[in-house]
């Protein structure tokens, strides 16, 4: 990870300056400091996200700070501030604001409130920390982040980056475990033209499991930039013509299923146009799908990976691309 950006997290997270500098009025020698109460501060500024700030449009209302980004704020915040805030300048300069993502392997029982779409089981935006609900693992040297150097929309995107073989995972329960009839997943998956496709690199994944992939239905990327679908109830894998995953553009990209024991369905659209259609298979695993996956999960023969997601919903209504 580039250096500028582990500064920007590290400082982010703590609140605190690399140096005693005060502000330019020379008034406040607390300012951009830790805090616990307003009255730490001075006038010029209040106690807030544990930082002496003040809201901010530019930076050059936080000298000797910056005016942190979206995501810097939601992150300092704890996604509590609608505007952003000043926070200490970062030891170098950078392009972007970059959050390592924490292994976490607590899946929790209860899921996150879904948003405010029809049918929705879950959403997430990437804008902000995930939540504690969730659960993040790796293998491997693979660099898992909340970023807004490549965003869809919003202030962030999870973005997975590796130079050498090395997996992220997180795990994300759905409000309810579906069974039976229609599942969709919506995402925006960016893929730079650089990337060179191992075997398989998975995006995105439906469990029946909590702590295991052997039931699942996975959404994978693969060489000659053909998609594929891959079902272990029936151990059978669908794919897409080649030349469907276009690079350095966000694509949205649909999975929709008929979940059954038999005779179900499964149908795969990039940018609204279906590329893979399958009819008459099994989309039912051993156990009620419960479990969306996100990921990098590149094949062993993987060097250079960089994949960034962003605005998962999955639903039991169908769903298309704005």
Same mark, same amino acid.
């Given at each position: 990870?580039?250096?500028?950006v582990?500064?920007? !997290?590290?400082? *982010?997270?703590a ?10 009025? #020379? /008034?406040?020698t607390?300012? +951009?400091?830790s ?6 501060? #001075? *006038? ?9 700030t003040?809201?901010?449009?530019s ?20 996604g509590?501030? $609608?505007?952003t805030v000043?926070?200490?300048?970062p030891?170098?300069?950078? *392009?972007?604001?970059e959050?390592?993502?924490?292994t976490?392997?607590?899946l929790?029982?209860?899921?996150v ?7 929705a089981?879950l959403?997430?935006a ?11 693992w %790796? ?7 909340i ?13 997975y980056?590796t130079q050498?073989?090395?997996y992220?995972?997180t795990?994300?329960?759905?409000a309810?475990?579906?069974?039976s ?8 998956? %960016? ?6 496709l191992?075997? %398989? ?15 699942k ?9 053909? +998609? $594929?679908?891959y ?6 894998? %669908?794919s897409?013509?080649? #030349?469907?995953?276009l ?6 990209? /649909? ?8 005779? #179900? ?13 399958q ?5 039912l ?9 996100v990921e990098? +999960?590149?094949?062993?023969? !993987? ?5 960034a +997601? ?6 039991? $209504?169908p769903?298309a691309?704005p």
């Amino acid at each position: 990870m580039k250096p500028a950006v582990v500064a920007l !997290a590290a400082l *982010a997270f703590a609140g605190i300056c690399c140096s005693p500098t005060p502000e330019t009025s #020379g /008034t406040n020698t607390n300012w +951009l400091r830790s805090c616990t109460s307003s009255g730490e501060c #001075g *006038a010029s500024s209040r106690c807030a996200c544990g930082l002496c700030t003040r809201t901010c449009t530019s930076d050059d209302e936080c000298a000797p700070g910056i005016c942190g980004s979206s995501l810097a704020t939601a992150f300092q915040c704890a996604g509590e501030e $609608e505007q952003t805030v000043c926070l200490p300048e970062p030891l170098a300069p950078s *392009a972007c604001s970059e959050f390592p993502i924490a292994t976490d392997t607590d899946l929790a029982p209860a899921a996150v409130a879904p948003c405010n779409v029809p049918g929705a089981l879950l959403c997430e935006a990437f804008d902000a920390e995930l939540p504690a609900e969730d659960a993040t693992w %790796y293998s491997g040297v693979m660099d898992a982040s909340i970023e807004d150097c490549v965003v869809h929309q919003g202030s962030g995107a999870i973005r997975y980056q590796t130079q050498s073989f090395g997996y992220s995972q997180t795990r994300m329960r759905l409000a309810n475990p579906v069974s039976s009839g229609l599942l969709a997943a919506r995402f925006y998956a %960016y893929v730079p033209a650089s990337v060179t496709l191992p075997n %398989y690199l998975a995006m995105f994944e439906l469990w029946s499991d909590d702590a295991s992939s052997n039931g699942k239905i996975s959404v994978e990327a693969k060489p000659n930039d053909i +998609l $594929e679908v891959y079902l272990t109830p029936n151990d059978a894998a %669908y794919s897409s013509p080649v #030349g469907v995953l276009l690079r350095d553009q966000w694509l949205c990209i /649909t999975l929709t299923l008929d979940v059954a024991p038999a005779g #179900g369905s499964v149908s795969l659209a990039v940018d609204g146009a279906e590329v893979i259609a399958q009819r008459d298979v099994v989309t039912l695993p051993p156990n009620p799908i419960s479990v969306a996956v996100v990921e990098g +999960l590149p094949s062993a023969d !993987a060097t250079g990976v960089e994949l960034a +997601l962003d605005d998962l919903v999955v639903a039991t $209504e169908p769903l298309a691309c704005p």
